[in-house]
């Protein structure tokens, strides 16, 4: 049994979902204690027992404390059995980060699998499905993790309602990732997602996005698309010689449309000035996935808090070596090697 203080570090909810994703994959036992106890809301909400029931579902676990407002959950995981699994997270739970918690456990299996997911697919907080679909999986793709998503309804928060299908494969022979430098940006573009709203808002923040960001009219587009609820997206793509990034912004009541472009163009122009291979949602993401495969390095951003408390976690389950360097101007080299 791993005993773990879930305040640590960040403190979030993300120290939960690591934490499940690599009982499972392991096969420990975890207690994890004071689950979001310095949050406004403290202990488990409902999003958190979403990934909590899901990882609960493909592996058998027996559970304990997995309840809304519970601070101490306990999960003994079964032996992880592939198949074909539906998960209702609920409104508008993210269906990304349910995802990103069942993933790495599945692909370690000697079949594949596929899940349904319904909840939320564009939320603040919380990957978005194109974010996911052509930065994420890409990149584990590089580590041996086959994984596939479509998107069949999107759903915003806070009604939710979205449809996402998942097809994860066994895990392939992967090599360590060496990921240094991001090569020339071949191509950017920016989309906006509109649900039940009017088109010129979508029309404000790409005038803002093709000014700070040198974009072509051609590669600016609105999308509208039917979701319960409104929504209002903003997105923007940078695919560089050695790996893609995606950087989002939501839109919100009272909040001008003109804001939500200028921080997601505020957030390209710092990724672009340090001149790094990974975004900080990237680096935070992927060190989970080196965990469990080769290993890895790579140049990012300052780390942030929830990247560290990932490598916390992390450490708790398995033997690996986690660095941090700063090598000035803003670029930092992490890297992660399992331990023999």
């Not at 791993?2 to 570090?9: N, Q, R, T, V």
């Not at 990304?96 to 909840?119: D, N």
């Not at 499905?129 to 086959?146: H, M, N, Q, S, W």
Request: net charge positive; hydrophobic share 40%; charged share 20%.
């Amino acid at each position: 049994m791993i005993e773990m203080d879930a305040s640590m570090g960040e403190g979030g909810g993300q120290i939960v979902r690591t934490a499940l994703a690599l009982s499972m994959s392991t096969g420990a036992p975890i207690t994890l204690h004071n689950v979001r106890a310095r949050r406004a809301n403290p202990g488990l909400r409902a999003q958190h027992l979403a990934a909590v029931r899901a990882a609960a579902a493909i592996c058998g676990a027996q559970l304990t404390g997995a309840t809304v407002g519970s601070r101490e959950l306990s999960f003994a995981p079964g032996p992880v059995q592939p198949g074909r699994y539906e998960i209702d997270v609920g409104t508008a739970g993210s269906t990304l980060l349910v995802l990103q918690t069942v993933l790495p456990a599945l692909s370690l299996c000697k079949a594949g699998s596929e899940i349904m997911l319904r909840g939320g697919t564009h939320n603040p907080l919380a990957p978005t499905f194109e974010f996911i679909r052509d930065a994420y999986l890409p990149l584990i793709g590089r580590l041996g993790v086959t994984a596939r998503i479509t998107l069949e309804r999107h759903g915003f928060f806070p009604r939710g309602g979205g449809v996402v299908h998942a097809s994860i494969e066994p895990l392939r022979q992967g090599q360590a990732l060496e990921l240094l430098e991001r090569g020339p940006v071949r191509a950017r573009s920016a989309e906006v997602l509109l649900s039940r709203l009017p088109e010129h808002i979508g029309q404000r923040e790409l005038g803002i996005l093709r000014e700070r960001l040198d974009l072509a009219g051609d590669a600016c587009s609105i999308r509208t698309v039917d979701a319960h609820g409104a929504g209002n997206v903003v997105q923007v793509r940078m695919d560089c010689a050695h790996v893609t990034s995606v950087f989002v912004g939501f839109g919100a009541r009272g909040v001008p449309a003109e804001k939500v472009a200028v921080r997601v163009a505020s957030e390209v122009e710092r990724y672009l000035g340090a001149d790094v291979a990974l975004d900080s949602h990237l680096a935070d993401q992927l060190l989970l996935p080196l965990a469990l495969t080769a290993g890895g390095r790579f140049t990012t951003l300052q780390p942030s808090s929830h990247t560290q408390t990932n490598a916390q976690v992390i450490r708790q389950f398995l033997p690996v070596s986690y660095e941090a360097v700063d090598l000035g101007s803003g670029r930092w080299r992490v890297g992660l090697q399992r331990r023999t």
